[in-house]
């Protein structure tokens, strides 16, 4: 289905990237994209109201402080509250509003998906929130750096396309509890539409959105307690964050690319569009790691609505030419297929690696042994539990 995909992504290094050779994608039908297209409406037909970000008051066992299943996230959005219902909507704001979310997380959950709260919330099987707080800006900075791990690292979630703020909001809430995140993780939330048509207006808010974000990462840099910024994109979120990186790049802020360490999952970033941003960026001190897999339907789709051009996401790491260039271009593009989906897409992965968060982190950090590599590798969940779940593919090898 993938065959001549990524053929020619990158043929040398970011600093001087020529013509690529001609992608094809596979032709997609318009059954396929209806097929994609009614899959992405039925998962949102039950989709969470404003209401959900409403503290709900649970007993004082489900309550306590010391709750291994309690997780806080901060906030930092750029949508424009709605006074109506209590949460933010998808109009673009002048400036950044902060929050502080603490919420009741379900134990022995054994997947990604989330169960919202309903009017009599159930601890034992929904999420909850049952604090919330807005912020002054100074107030939130101070928390974020409270937040900061041992090792000075601060984590950044940046959410993609369809997504409304509450379901940010609760994916990012998922992700702290399974990565067993000591703090609170910060989510950024641009006004995306929330809606499956909204494709083109939510391509518009995210690069709206360049410089809330650029204010946002600046203000945690500054402090000499952090260390490493984890800027982790997913589909359109991480074409927003190559755009932020590639701004600050440009405009030789090079103490503060030198605490980011940027992942991108499934991103959905045209090809072309990707290599031009490298072209701009330069080799990053940390490398950039690419989450990708050859089955995402969702990259499909937004494929299809781009005339087929390729997307990032969608590398297939068994081409050769893939393997040299992650190489050359001095990235990791990580292979996750084996991870499992719960949105029939193939789109969602991102959030089931969160169990595996600090062999992540390890790698990420130049712990492990080949965290120093840049290249093509696969991620082995099956593995992961007993052993480091990264491998090289192919005939990858230490990059000199």
């Keep these: 289905m993938v065959e001549g995909y990524s053929k020619g992504l990158l043929e040398a290094g970011p600093q001087a990237l020529p013509e ?27 989709r969470p109201s ?10 004082a066992a489900a309550h306590s ?34 929050e502080r979310y603490a919420f ?22 929904q999420f909850a929130v049952v604090e919330r707080k807005q912020l002054p800006k100074d107030a939130f900075v101070q928390q974020a750096l409270a937040s900061v791990q041992p090792d000075g690292t601060v984590g950044i979630f940046v959410h993609g396309y369809n997504y409304s703020y509450q379901e940010a909001l609760y994916r990012a809430a998922q992700i702290a509890a399974d990565a067993k995140i000591r703090g609170a993780p910060i989510l950024f939330s641009w006004p995306s539409a929330a809606s499956v048509a909204g494709y083109v207006a939510d391509r518009d808010a995210a690069l709206s959105s360049r410089s809330e974000l650029d204010s946002l990462v600046t203000s945690l840099s500054s402090s000499g307690r952090v260390k490493r910024i984890i800027l982790f994109g997913h589909s359109m979120g991480g074409f927003l964050v190559m755009e932020t990186v590639r701004d600050l790049k440009l405009q030789h802020r090079d103490a503060v690319i030198g605490k980011l360490a940027v992942v991108l999952a499934a991103p959905d970033i045209d090809v072309d569009v990707f290599r031009s941003q490298l072209k701009d960026i330069g080799t990053m001190p940390i490398p950039i790691s690419l989450l990708v897999s050859k089955d995402d339907r969702a990259l499909v789709a937004s494929s299809f609505i781009a005339r087929e051009r390729p997307r990032v996401g969608r590398l297939d790491i068994d081409n050769p030419v893939i393997e040299e260039a992650a190489l050359k271009a001095r990235i990791r593009v990580i292979d996750i297929t084996s991870i499992k989906t719960s949105d029939g897409l193939g789109h969602d992965r991102y959030a089931s690696l969160a169990k595996f968060g600090a ?19 696969v991620f ?21």
Excluded at 69 to 75: A, E, I, M, P, W
Excluded at 361 to 372: I, P
């Design 20 to 46: 690529a050779a001609p992608l094809r994608l596979p032709q997609a039908t318009p059954v396929i994209i209806v097929a994609i297209g009614l899959a992405m409406l039925t998962g949102c037909a039950t």
């Design 359 to 377: 062999q992540l982190a390890s790698f990420e950090s130049g712990k492990r042994s080949s965290a120093g590599d840049v290249g093509a590798f």
């Design 104 to 125: 009741s997380v379900p134990p022995g959950r054994k997947d990604t998906t989330i169960a919202y709260p309903t009017a009599k919330p159930d601890p034992e099987r």
């Design 65 to 98: 402080e010391t709750r291994p299943d309690r997780v806080s996230v901060l906030v930092a959005t750029n949508r424009t509250p709605d006074g109506v219902h209590g949460g933010f909507g998808s109009t673009w704001a002048e400036k950044l509003t902060y």
């Design 50 to 59: 404003p209401e959900v970000l409403t503290p709900v008051l649970l007993t």
């Design 380 to 400: 082995d969940a099956a593995g992961a539990a007993v052993a480091s779940p990264f491998r090289l593919a192919g005939r990858v090898v230490r990059s000199q």
